[in-house]
């Protein structure tokens, strides 16, 4: 590269992200496949519209490479010729949910999602989100003492407040969703049901966590967290939908058109490119058992961090992330979070259901597995950073060289 400063920091970063413990559960590495498609010089494409209806010239092979995406991304969650059709092209999860809203939903309308603090997401309705200004957000919440989703209370919230839109799918909770139970309370109130199914697309691409397609209109996600691939949005959207029937409309057509032109101009076809890659690669066998060794892996560090006296929210995990609850150890996330990456293990600071300290100095951290799995590692290693989480958090210990030498034996692919 010839612009020494970004290089010397691109170098830097590659490094740290070589040398540190990524427990961050909504990121991974991508591989050299992915990367390849992403920096290529697909980037320079202009490509508005969709295969075959573009608006300018030269789209022969991006129209092949937009297709190919498309059918394989079906094919991973085995919706080929059952009724789905699939949108490749939202730039990332947020424009991919509000092009939902916008295709789906009058403005003005009621959305309802989980409460931010409780484990939802700033585009799920919150309050400073521009998808509870353009729409009226009627948040549903977790039970206080099972800290879980309450299926009759959200049922009886539903009817009240009769949404257009009910969304399921969550960006820090532990636990399975029952997507019929969900598709009762949206039925039971006319509703569309969307699942946002950005952290976990990965588990189900890999069989480890339930289908959300046999119940849902439409199913966004990411393509970035387990899924592994770059970072990209696809939407999925049901051709079979009652509500979109009694409706009179079409989602899939809907959605093309709330994408291009109603949000986004000419797509990142280097991105469409990526996700036909990480597609392919979703669907090898070794992904199943790396879906497979994520959810292990959590579950070996939930039952760790319980040992070395850690509270988890919801008692554990059944994902691939776990959120642990400081306040019996007299310790903010933030403080946690800090005293951890002094140390070269990362994680993000994180609200607790009914958290009594504030967002930006939350009772919590959120923990996953979806990187460390990447590199290879397994329970043995995962009783290690259970350990390292204590011998840091309980101890006060430095485990910084500790840190690098594990990172030393799951080297990344990424050459600085
Ligand atoms: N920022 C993502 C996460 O970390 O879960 C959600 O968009």
Redesign the pocket.
């Known amino acids: 590269m010839k612009d020494k400063a970004i290089e010397k920091l691109i170098k830097s970063e590659i490094k740290r992200q070589n040398e540190t413990i990524n427990l ?4 991974n590495f991508v591989s050299q496949d992915v990367l390849g498609a992403l920096g290529s010089p697909l980037t320079n494409k202009y490509a508005e519209g969709y295969p075959g209806a573009r608006y300018y010239g030269g789209n022969t092979y991006v129209d092949d490479i937009e297709t190919v995406a498309k059918a394989r991304a079906l094919e991973v969650f085995g919706l080929k010729d059952v009724g789905w059709a699939v949108n490749v092209q939202p730039y ?3 424009p991919a949910n509000l092009a939902v809203y916008v295709a789906l939903i009058p403005i003005g309308e009621k959305i309802m999602g989980l409460q931010l603090d409780m484990g939802g ?3 799920h309705g919150h309050k400073v989100s521009f998808t509870s200004k353009a729409w009226q957000s009627v948040p549903y919440v977790l039970n206080k003492k099972t800290e879980s989703l309450d299926y009759e209370a959200i049922k009886k919230w539903a009817e009240k407040e009769k949404p257009k839109m009910i969304v399921a799918g969550y ?2 909770y532990p636990k399975v969703i029952d997507f019929k139970k969900f598709r009762e309370i949206a039925d039971s109130c006319g509703a569309y049901l969307m699942v946002d199914m ?2 976990f697309a990965g588990l189900v691409a890999g069989g480890v966590y339930p289908s959300p397609f046999k119940y849902a209109d439409v199913v966004t996600t ?1 393509a970035h ?1 387990t899924l592994r691939g770059p970072r990209a949005a696809m939407i999925f959207s049901s051709r079979n939908s009652k509500v979109a029937e009694g409706n009179k409309v079409e989602i899939p057509k809907l959605i093309n058109r709330a994408i291009f032109p109603g949000l986004q101009g000419g797509p990142h076809v280097n991105q469409i490119a990526g996700i036909a890659v990480a597609m392919h690669e979703a669907m090898q066998p070794s992904f199943k058992k790396y879906a497979k060794q994520v959810v292990l892996n959590a579950g070996i560090l939930a039952t760790e961090l319980k040992k070395h006296g850690f509270r988890l929210v919801g008692d554990g995990t059944e994902t691939h992330l776990l959120l642990v609850d400081l306040t019996n150890r007299r310790m903010g996330g933030g403080e946690a979070s800090d005293k951890l990456e002094k140390n070269g293990i990362i994680v ?1 600071k994180n609200t607790i259901p009914y958290d009594p300290r504030p967002p930006l100095d939350p009772s919590g951290i ?1 923990l996953g597995t979806p990187a460390l799995t990447t590199r290879g590692m397994k329970e043995k290693e995962m009783k290690q950073v259970a350990k390292f989480l204590k011998e840091v958090l309980v101890d006060g210990s430095d485990v910084s060289k500790e840190v690098k030498k594990l990172c030393r034996r799951f080297p990344l692919s990424y050459k600085n």
């Open positions: 961050i559960p909504s990121e990332s999860g947020s997401h700033l585009t960006t820090a950005s952290h990411t967290k993000n959120r």
